[in-house]
């Protein structure tokens, strides 16, 4: 492909060769994109160490949807540059960990337009590296980038989009506000698990939920916002509203579910603005409409968020398991807010 002509900036612009290289063959920082033979090599922790370090999970295992071997976190890494890694630690870790360590109350007293941004290139930074550690990118070299833009199963726009987000802190690109994807954060109070620390991503809709002690970060990477517009309006917080982990857990799934309802994707692109001559990510959204859910795709959801939770869970005053509620779209924790059937923890 050739580059278009506003993207002249080899720094800013990674064409979908490299970006295929950088995703399948780990030969080259996935920040600066040069090889990793040429540089200092760090190995970059999917998760953060100062989550790990918190949290201690250097040796708690992760479990990924695609890859269900046991993983220790601590050894759950990626090679990155020993320049790119400072860098990150400098403009990405450091504030957000100051944005975030003090709780769910001090974050919102911070969230500016700056600290939504922040936020939003973390995330995706994080949901990347899952991804890619997860080997969910189905990806065959041999073929390389006809067949493999052509391949249905793999939205390479998006995944290139999160990639020029991750790595906004180096190419210094703006976020413009309408790229911001949809986002709630959940004050929670549960104290049925004694674990402070909760992960998910829903790879298939770039949907991801990471929880920090009583702080919940529910976010959409790729749909600018719009699922929001047409989340059922029982799962959507109140203010002083606080939340079991089950009940997050919900918010995730239908959100997650909620994106694959929107007709016309938003289209990214990256530009260089004349003015200041930086780079900048925008979207182009389409006109707005909503189909209809698919209720096999929901459930297939609903069962992703909480396959761990699945052997714990019955449903109060029935015999039906959890799975069979979720297959049937029954389940639900949010129950004060409409009467459908309601799941209950079974300790
Ligand atoms: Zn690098």
Known sequence: MTPPPYLNDPKVYIDTDTFIDLVSKKTRCLICCEPLDSKVVNREHVLPKWILRKYDLYDKEVSLPHDYHGRRYGRHTIP???????????????????????????????????????????RSWIFLKFLIKDGAIPINPDHRVEAVMQDKNTDWATLHHIHCLARSPYTGAHIAPEVLGSIVILAIDDDRYREDFDFVTVHETQTIMIRLGDLAIIANLS???????????????????????????????????????????????TRIEQATGRPSIHADLPVYEANPVDPGTRAAIFELVYREHLPHLKIAGSDMSALQAIKENRLTFLEHRISRAAGEIEE
């Not at 600018?224 to 079991?244: N, Y």
């Open 80 to 122: 990155c540059c020993k320049d790119c890694n400072s860098m990150l630690g400098r403009k990405l870790e450091q504030p957000v960990r100051r944005l975030m360590e003090g709780g769910h109350s001090k974050l919102l007293r911070h969230l500016d337009g700056d600290a939504q941004r922040l936020l939003f290139a973390w």
């Open 223 to 269: 749909d600018s916002g719009r699922s929001m517009d047409i989340m059922h309006r029982f799962v959507l917080p109140t203010r002083q509203e606080r939340f079991t982990i089950l009940q997050a857990l919900e918010i995730c799934a239908d959100m997650s579910a909620t994106t694959t309802r929107i007709k016309g994707k938003p289209v990214y692109s």
